[in-house]
RNA sequence: GACCCCGUAGCUCAGUUGGAUAGAGCAUCAGAUUCCUAAUCUGAGGGCCGCGCGUUCGAAUCGCGCCGGGGUCACCA
């Protein structure tokens, strides 16, 4: 009944504001329900894809809705017929000066100019929470990402998904959620067993002993140098020379957490810290897989059988049927059914990763996590288990997986080299002491997630417009030094002759008046990277503004022998800088005040 | 062979709950510097939105089928 575009209500719990695109959505919705009540609309119409947007060409006016063509055919009429009524009952609103009538059936609003200078000093006003929403309305979401595997630093490999999952978290949270960073530890597999004998080997080294080449298997990396070193001070040659069994658990745990520790601090180095790190080992602990498969096989969703050879290729040479208890994913259109535990009656990642799913469940409205494009063959088992498992439970959730492709590490146009054999690979610990956090996040942010991208040093640390950081970056240094140098000449922003303000200064407030909007569709788009775009845009227009000034010394901000305009010009600036450090600080990327 | 992602200007990319004449940056060409930061800006040219069919008032956007590029196809994690 009510529009879903109202649904996210605008209004500010803090204050009275509610921002222009909101408002004048609640105006249209206004007029529709009138329609409604005078028949012209049928009283189970719904609402839901009316939009109140800029449109696309600003000589069309200042907002446009497509309520007519969305609406024409539930209403049994055609949408310019339509458009007559609902523009009648707009153009009676006292701010609408005009309301036309284009195109298809498109309603084009004209504003009395005060509308926008009234949204400037909404802006003013909100300040840090300009463009906060309570869309999410209050819901909990669980995002977990990086979930690295602790048996090394963090890598290359792992950035991109850690600045998208981290944007996306805020995001989230500006948009009015409830959001838990969640980091799912695997410490229960092979790979920390090999961990393990990693750091048992790094322990008889730091006992004196010449161990050469790192063997086949074992993990190379000089960083598991410091704990062998510590577990010898530790423990002495206790276990220097007795069987595995009676020290792997020992080093084991050892090892997990020096190597959470590590990663930890890389993350921190990234601006990234977690709420929650799940411990594949505890959930194991605790049951919860053998909870998860009693109550799929009582629903005939496990069952005993055999497992089929891989498809595609020619199977493994020791290859041979075996029966194991089967997820029936084939029901929800995978390849074939997935093993929950291996031959040997240990979980499979698949199964412990389902009970997983079913814990943090158990805390959230939704769920969603982020994957290397690597893992891409594997969402549809997880997704089909936690429907299965939480929609048979009573409790069905959302879920949503997100697919980060690959990064490309470049050098001046030639692809970096790396081998992950020797251990020597690009951290990310040397990819921040190289280009500093701010660049690495907000380039992680220039492309959607789901499409490969180049990051190539040379070019992501140049200094100029090529540079989408430095160029929004420079925006805000620009608005900062302004109003420092105005300060000098005696210059402050004021609100009192926003009316001085003209059409080219209106122009950069209708962008910056986007901004709440852009962070909501974000947000339901689950799309962090679509603020850094409008960042860029934001800054283009603040940077053209600007340059009028170059030409004509009336347009600029500062005009020595007009303080009324001076004033509103400052307020304007000001009023931008915080716009861009609102989406900057959405982003995890620091808005600085000079370069 | 199957599944997932991508294909938009010469290059790098935005743009999908279906909307008006498809947008930026780079590169190319023509301009702006006694100026609050020119680390910038103004303008021009440049497009069968990979191809075909369909859905409808309307498709870059949705569906089906192809073509091209990348990824994945363990009882690994």
């Known amino acids: 009944m009510h529009l879903q575009y109202f649904a996210a209500t605008r209004e500010n719990p803090m204050t009275e504001h509610k921002t222009l695109y909101a408002a004048y959505a609640a105006t249209v919705e206004k007029a529709l329900l009138?329609?409604?009540t005078e028949g012209v609309l049928p009283a189970d119409c719904s609402f839901a894809n009316v939009a109140v947007e800029p449109p696309r060409d600003a000589s069309h006016g200042d907002l446009a809705t497509n309520a007519a063509m969305v609406l024409a055919?539930?209403?049994?009429?055609?949408?310019?017929?339509?458009?007559?009524?609902?523009?009648?009952?707009?153009?009676?609103?006292?701010?609408?000066?005009?309301?036309?009538?284009?195109?298809?059936?498109?309603?084009n609003l004209r504003l009395d100019p005060a509308a926008w200078l009234g949204e400037l000093a909404a802006i003013s006003d909100m300040g840090e929470g300009y463009g906060r929403s309570t869309m999410g309305e209050g819901r909990t979401v669980n995002v977990e990402y990086v979930s690295a595997n602790p048996t090394g630093p963090m890598h290359m490999g792992h950035c991109r998904g850690a600045v998208v999952g981290d944007a996306l978290a805020s995001l989230l949270e500006f948009a009015g959620h409830k959001v838990t960073r969640e980091?799912?530890?695997?410490?229960?597999?092979?790979?920390?067993?090999?961990?393990?004998?990693?750091?048992?080997?790094?322990?008889?080294?730091?006992?004196?002993?010449?161990?050469?080449?790192?063997?086949?298997?074992?993990?190379?990396?000089?960083?598991?140098?410091?704990?062998?070193?510590?577990?010898?001070?530790?423990?002495?040659?206790?276990?220097?020379?007795?069987p595995e069994e009676e020290w792997l658990p020992y080093f084991r745990a050892e090892a997990v957490e020096?190597?959470?520790?590590?990663?930890?601090?890389?993350?921190?180095?990234?601006?990234?810290?977690?709420?929650?790190?799940?411990?594949?080992?505890?959930?194991?602990?605790a049951g919860k897989p053998d909870e998860a498969e009693a109550w799929l096989r009582a629903h005939d969703l496990v069952y005993d059988?055999?497992?089929?050879?891989?498809?595609?290729?020619?199977?493994?040479?020791?290859?041979?049927?075996?029966?194991?208890?089967?997820?029936?994913?084939?029901?929800?259109g995978d390849d074939q059914d997935r093993p929950i535990r291996k031959?040997?009656?240990?979980?499979?990642?698949?199964?412990?990763?389902?009970?997983?799913?079913?814990?943090?469940?158990?805390?959230?409205?939704e769920l969603i996590d982020i994957w290397g494009a690597d893992h891409a063959g594997t969402v549809k088992r997880i997704k089909a288990a936690v429907a299965a498992l939480s929609e048979g439970q009573g409790n069905p959730i959302p879920f949503d997986v997100k697919l980060v492709q690959m990064v490309q590490l470049m050098r001046g146009g030639e692809p970096v080299k790396m081998s992950k054999r020797s251990g020597n690979f690009i951290t990310i610990a040397d990819m921040i002491e190289e280009v500093g956090k701010d660049v690495v996040r907000f380039t992680m942010l220039t492309r959607k997630p789901e499409a490969q991208m180049e990051f190539d040093f040379a070019k992501v640390v140049e200094a100029s417009k090529d540079n989408p950081v430095f160029y929004v970056q420079y925006a805000h240094a620009r608005v900062k030094s302004t109003l420092r140098k105005a300060a000098e000449a005696g210059f402050a922003a004021s609100a009192e002759d926003l009316a001085?303000?003209?059409?080219?200064?209106?122009?950069?407030?209708?962008?910056?008046?986007?901004?709440?909007?852009?962070?909501?569709?974000?947000?339901?788009?689950?799309?962090?990277?679509?603020?850094?775009?409008?960042?860029?845009?934001?800054?283009?227009?603040?940077?053209?503004?600007?340059?009028?000034?170059?030409?004509?010394?009336?347009?600029?901000?500062?005009?020595?022998?007009?303080?009324?305009?001076t004033g509103a010009r400052l307020f304007l600036a000001d009023a931008i800088g915080q716009v861009i450090r609102n989406g900057l600080g959405v982003l995890g990327v620091d808005a600085v005040d000079s370069l």
């Open 183 to 242: 980091y799912y530890i695997n410490d229960a597999g092979g790979q920390v067993d090999t961990l393990a004998r990693s750091a048992h080997l790094r322990y008889r080294e730091a006992l004196g002993e010449d161990i050469g080449d790192i063997p086949e298997g074992y993990y190379p990396g000089d960083y598991l140098k410091p704990i062998g070193e510590y577990l010898a001070r530790e423990l002495g040659d206790k276990y220097k020379e007795e």
């Open 34 to 36: 009138a329609l409604q």
């Open 305 to 332: 059988g055999v497992l089929e050879a891989p498809k595609g290729k020619a199977p493994p040479d020791d290859w041979e049927p075996v029966e194991l208890p089967l997820f029936r994913s084939t029901k929800f």
């Open 343 to 365: 031959s040997d009656g240990k979980w499979t990642y698949f199964g412990a990763d389902l009970a997983y799913h079913m814990q943090k469940a158990a805390d959230a409205d």
């Open 73 to 107: 055919k539930q209403a049994k009429t055609n949408p310019r017929a339509l458009a007559e009524s609902i523009a009648e009952k707009l153009d009676a609103e006292p701010s609408i000066t005009s309301a036309e009538i284009a195109g298809p059936g498109f309603i």
């Open 258 to 285: 020096q190597m959470m520790a590590l990663i930890k601090s890389d993350l921190a180095l990234l601006g990234i810290h977690h709420d929650i790190f799940a411990s594949e080992a505890a959930l194991h602990a």
């Open 500 to 565: 001085q303000l003209g059409e080219e200064e209106i122009a950069l407030i209708r962008n910056a008046a986007q901004f709440p909007r852009i962070v909501e569709s974000a947000a339901k788009a689950r799309e962090a990277h679509r603020i850094a775009f409008y960042l860029y845009d934001l800054a283009a227009e603040l940077h053209a503004f600007w340059n009028l000034g170059n030409d004509n010394p009336q347009k600029r901000f500062i005009v020595e022998q007009d303080a009324a305009l």
